[in-house]
């Protein structure tokens, strides 16, 4: 019995110290709190402030809160299990909503897998269901992780959680809007420069001017008035998407899915 009682007290303090350290790969928040954490130096300044501008007005705008965190190890845990725990420790989400989506990415290293994981808390399951969280891993942030690019990555699918949160498709044709709009796009571009130079030869649609006895014609968009406005806008919208005000909500539990590279 003496020489037991030790060694039950070395493996208790052995399981303890574990826990423990497992406890503490668990980041705090970041003060003030942000939507991008970047505790593993990935990302540039500018990708950085982008993607948290872009998030900022996202939960301006719905109320939604997506939060990406980038991290240098797992400790023990499972990407699932760690992705529970930082959302219910962070509050991620809004308070009775539970609209929170953790996004937890650790790099691949010379020595270990990349890993990724979608958490999506209670109030977005329906929404964006495990079987999607799975497809936006594996489809939009893995082949860019990839090949490094991990601004990409993350760019993308953030890009497809926004629109799944705010209704604008349905989880139920998420892959094929994905891989049908891209046509659409080359063609519109397309015909649009083809009315751009149609257009662009009929000065008589200009202003006319007569300068020094020549006569000249402005460009037929001249009338609508330049882009001073629409710079104008777009700094104005900049200026909207700063300032995140907290977390408050939390209640993940087993909403979510991801991948490895």
């Known amino acids: 019995m003496k020489h037991i009682l030790p060694k039950?007290?070395?493996?208790?303090?052995?399981?303890?110290?574990?826990?423990?350290?497992?406890?503490?790969?668990?980041?705090?928040?970041?003060?003030?709190?942000?939507?991008?954490?970047?505790?593993a130096g990935i990302l540039t300044p500018g990708q950085k402030s982008t993607l948290e501008s872009k998030l900022v007005a996202f939960n301006k705008a719905t109320s939604n809160q997506i939060v990406v965190v980038i991290i240098?190890?797992?400790?023990?845990?499972?990407?699932?299990?760690?992705?529970?725990?930082?959302?219910?420790?962070?509050?991620?989400?809004?308070?009775?909503?539970?609209?929170?989506?953790?996004?937890?990415?650790?790099?691949?290293?010379?020595?270990?897998?990349?890993?990724?994981?979608?958490?999506?808390?209670?109030?977005?399951?329906?929404?964006?269901?495990?079987?999607?969280?799975?497809?936006?891993?594996?489809?939009?942030?893995?082949p860019r992780f990839k090949d490094n690019e991990y601004f990409e990555g993350i760019d993308a699918a953030?890009?497809?959680?926004?629109?799944?949160?705010?209704?604008?498709?349905?989880?139920?044709?998420?892959?094929?809007?994905?891989?049908?709009?891209?046509?659409?796009?080359?063609?519109?571009?397309?015909?649009?420069?083809?009315?751009?130079?149609?257009?662009?030869?009929?000065?008589?649609?200009g202003q006319r001017r007569t300068i020094g006895g020549r006569t000249y014609y402005d460009p037929w968009w001249s009338s609508w008035g330049g882009g001073s406005d629409w710079s104008d806008s777009g700094s104005s919208s900049g200026s909207d998407s700063s300032g995140f005000d907290g977390f408050g909500g939390g209640d993940f539990g087993g909403g979510g899915a991801g991948g490895d590279w």
Request: aromatic share 12%; charged share 20%; with cysteine.
């Open 8 to 39: 039950i007290i070395f493996l208790f303090l052995l399981s303890f110290q574990t826990a423990h350290a497992d406890f503490d790969v668990i980041p705090s928040p970041s003060s003030p709190p942000q939507l991008i954490n970047d505790f």
């Open 72 to 142: 240098n190890s797992l400790g023990n845990y499972e990407p699932a299990e760690f992705s529970f725990k930082l959302g219910n420790k962070w509050g991620i989400g809004r308070e009775k909503l539970r609209n929170g989506i953790l996004i937890v990415i650790k790099p691949k290293t010379a020595t270990e897998k990349g890993r990724a994981f979608i958490a999506t808390g209670r109030g977005l399951e329906s929404v964006i269901p495990d079987a999607t969280c799975f497809a936006i891993v594996n489809k939009e942030m893995i």
């Open 158 to 205: 953030t890009n497809v959680l926004m629109g799944l949160a705010k209704g604008e498709f349905n989880y139920s044709n998420y892959s094929k809007k994905t891989i049908d709009y891209q046509p659409y796009i080359v063609i519109s571009i397309i015909v649009i420069l083809f009315i751009f130079l149609i257009l662009s030869k009929r000065k008589n649609k």
